[in-house]
C-alpha cells in the first residue's frame, strides 16, 4: 500500500469520526461483532455534533472529503429506491463548487494538451476562471476568428485522486455487503461501479464534447433548446472548447420577470423538452440541474432554453421506450393490472412474479397520490414509488431508468419553480398519445422492417450452423427426407414482418392491424409448424 494512500484512509477516518457517522451505520442490522465493534470504538469518545441531523453529517462528510465524495453523495441522493428520504435529500443539496486551481496551471494544461502555445491558439485567454467544479474549471476565450469560446480543462492529477478514493469505496461497500443483510439489499458495491463508470466518463471530454454535438444536432434549428457549438478542432481528451453562450440563469426569477418572460410557457417547454428527448431521440441530458440551465434573453414570449455540461447523458432502447409510454398511460388511466403486466413483459421483475400481488402492491402506492389534483402529482416520485415497491417484487436495478427518474425529478422541481401551477400529465399526455400514433404509420414500420430484415442473415448463419452439429452427431439410420430449415428460416422471416408492425404486445394496437399482416403471421406459423 502506498503512503499517499494510507495517509488518505487516515483523511477519511478522521472526517468520519468528527460527524460520528458510525451512528448512521447503526441503524442498519449489523451482526453482533460489527455492532460491537462500532459501539467500542474510539469514535465514541468523541460527541456527535447536535445541531445536525444524520443526513447533514453525512452531507457535511462528503464535502469535507472532497470531489470524488461530493460527486459521489450526488449520485446517491438520486437513488432513492435505496435510500431513506431524509438522507436522499439531504445528500441533494450537495454543491458541486470546490477551489480553483491556479490559472498558470490550467494553460500549462490546455497548452500540453493542445501541443501549441495558448498565444498561438487564442487571441485573449482569461485566467480567472468562470466557474470550478470538481472534475474540472472552465475559462473565457476568444479564438483567432473572433469567437467567444470556453475552455474547460480537467484538474490536474484528479484521476490519480479519483482512483484512490474509489478502491476505498469499494472496500467500504464488499464490508457492508459481507456484515449487513440490509446492506446486500443496497447492492453498495453496484453502487460504486456505476459511480467509477459515470465518474470516468466525465474524465474525457472528448465523450462530453461527442454528446453535446448529438443533442445539438437533434435540436437544430429548435425554438425549444440551444446548444452550444463545438469546436473540434482544439478538443482533446482534458480540453473542451465550446461557444460560449449568454443567458440568465434559470433560477434567477427576478430577471426573467424583468423581461417579462412567459413562465407558463417556459415551465412546459421544459416538459416538452424532456419527452423530446426521451421519446423521439431517446438521448436525454441526464444531468439538467438549475446550474447547467440558462434561459435566452431572445423573445421572452417565445422563451428559448440553454443548456450547458453534457458529461451525463442517458439513452433507453426503444423496448424501454415503449414500455416507459404505456406504463405511463396506464398509470393515468388507474389500470394497475397493465402497469403490472407490463414490468414483468418487460423483463423489469422476475417473469415468475404473481401479478396479482404485484398489481395490489402497485394500487397501494398509487391510489393516495391520485386522489390530489393531477397539477400536485409528481411524475418522478410516482416513478420512484413505483421502484421502492418493485424492489420488492426482486426488480433488477436499472441503470437507464434511474437516471431517467432523476432527470424526471430535476424537469419537474425546476418547472413547478418557474410556475407552480404547472401540470405535467396536461402537458405530456399529448406528446405520449402523438409519439405512440407515429410509431404505427408505414414508413416508420418501414424501419422495423429493415432492422428484422438485417438479422435474418444471422439467423441464417445460426441455423447453417445447428444443422452442421446435428450432422456431425451419430444419428439412427432415418429414410431420406427433404431439409425442412429452410421453409422454417422462411416461415420464420414472415412471422417477424407481421408481428412487427402489430405495435408491441398491446391488444388495443393490434386491432388495427392490416388482414395482410396476420396473413403473414398465419403462414409463417404455418411453415415452421408444419410437418412435412
Known amino acids: 500500500m502506498r503512503l499517499t494512500a494510507l495517509v488518505r484512509l487516515l483523511r477519511i477516518l478522521h472526517i468520519f469520526t468528527r460527524y460520528r457517522l458510525d451512528q448512521i451505520l447503526l441503524d442498519l442490522p449489523l451482526p453482533v461483532l460489527g455492532r460491537l465493534l462500532l459501539q467500542l470504538g474510539p469514535w465514541r469518545l468523541r460527541p456527535a455534533p447536535r445541531d445536525l441531523s444524520r443526513g447533514a453529517r453525512l452531507r457535511k462528510a462528503c464535502e469535507d472529503l472532497g470531489p470524488v465524495f461530493i460527486k459521489f453523495g450526488q449520485i446517491l441522493s438520486t437513488r432513492r429506491d435505496l ?4 438522507i436522499a435529500q439531504e445528500l441533494a443539496h450537495l454543491q458541486d463548487k470546490v477551489p480553483p486551481f491556479p490559472g498558470p496551471q490550467a494553460r500549462a494544461r490546455i497548452e500540453e494538451q493542445l501541443g501549441e502555445r495558448i498565444e498561438d491558439v487564442f487571441a485573449s485567454f ?50 457492508l455487503e459481507r456484515v449487513s443483510t440490509e446492506g446486500r439489499r443496497l447492492r453498495p458495491v453496484e453502487v460504486v461501479e456505476d459511480y467509477e463508470s459515470t465518474i470516468f466518463d466525465e474524465l474525457d471530454l472528448y465523450r462530453e464534447a461527442a454528446n453535446a454535438s448529438q443533442l445539438r444536432r437533434n435540436f437544430e434549428g429548435s425554438e425549444l433548446i440551444y446548444i452550444p457549438k463545438i469546436y473540434w478542432d482544439w478538443c482533446r481528451h482534458k480540453v473542451l472548447v465550446m461557444e460560449r453562450i449568454e443567458g440568465i440563469p434559470v433560477t434567477d426569477l427576478p430577471a426573467l420577470a424583468d423581461q417579462r418572460t412567459d413562465m407558463k410557457k417556459l415551465a412546459e417547454r421544459g416538459v416538452e423538452i424532456f419527452f423530446t428527448q426521451v421519446f423521439r431521440d431517446s438521448f436525454f441530458h441526464a444531468d439538467m440541474h438549475p446550474g447547467n440551465i440558462f434561459i435566452s434573453r431572445k423573445h421572452p414570449w417565445e422563451p428559448q432554453y440553454i443548456a450547458i455540461d453534457f458529461g451525463i447523458v442517458g439513452s433507453l432502447t426503444p423496448e424501454d421506450q415503449s414500455y416507459l409510454a404505456r406504463n405511463l398511460m396506464a398509470f393515468f388511466k388507474r389500470d394497475y393490472r397493465r402497469v403490472a403486466q407490463l414490468h414483468i413483459d418487460s423483463g423489469w421483475v422476475p417473469a415468475d412474479t404473481r401479478v396479482n400481488e404485484f398489481e395490489a402492491a402497485i394500487r397501494s402506492v398509487c391510489e393516495p ?106 444419428l439412427r439410420e432415418q429414410p431420406p427426407q427433404r431439409p425442412r430449415w429452410p421453409l422454417q428460416l422462411a416461415g420464420i422471416a414472415l412471422v417477424i414482418f407481421g408481428a412487427s408492425a402489430l405495435g408491441g404486445d398491446d391488444p388495443q394496437l393490434w386491432l388495427h392491424a392490416a388482414p395482410t399482416q396476420w396473413a403473414l403471421i398465419a403462414l409463417g406459423g404455418w411453415l415452421i409448424l408444419r410437418r412435412r
Open 126 to 175: 482569461s485566467d480567472e476562471p468562470l466557474a470550478s467544479a470538481s472534475v474540472a474549471q472552465v475559462h473565457a476565450a476568444r479564438l483567432k476568428d473572433g469567437s467567444e469560446v470556453v475552455v474547460k480543462v480537467v484538474r490536474p492529477g484528479i484521476g490519480e485522486t479519483i482512483d484512490q478514493d474509489i478502491q476505498w469505496l469499494f472496500v467500504a461497500a464488499r464490508l
Open 83 to 86: 435510500m431513506p428520504d431524509d
Open 369 to 474: 397520490i391520485f386522489e390530489r389534483p393531477l397539477k400536485d402529482i409528481s411524475f418522478g416520485q410516482l416513478l420512484l414509488r413505483l421502484f421502492q415497491t418493485a424492489r420488492r417484487f426482486n426488480m433488477e436495478v436499472q441503470p437507464q431508468l434511474v437516471l431517467l427518474q432523476k432527470t424526471l425529478l430535476n424537469i419537474e422541481g425546476l418547472g413547478r419553480q418557474l410556475y407552480p401551477d404547472l401540470d405535467l400529465w396536461s402537458t405530456g399526455q399529448p406528446y405520449l398519445e402523438r409519439w405512440m400514433r407515429e410509431r404505427m404509420l408505414p414508413q416508420n414500420q418501414v424501419k422495423h422492417w429493415q432492422q428484422h430484415l438485417e438479422r435474418v442473415p444471422a439467423l441464417i448463419d445460426s441455423a447453417h450452423r445447428a444443422l452442421d452439429n446435428l450432422a456431425d452427431a451419430p
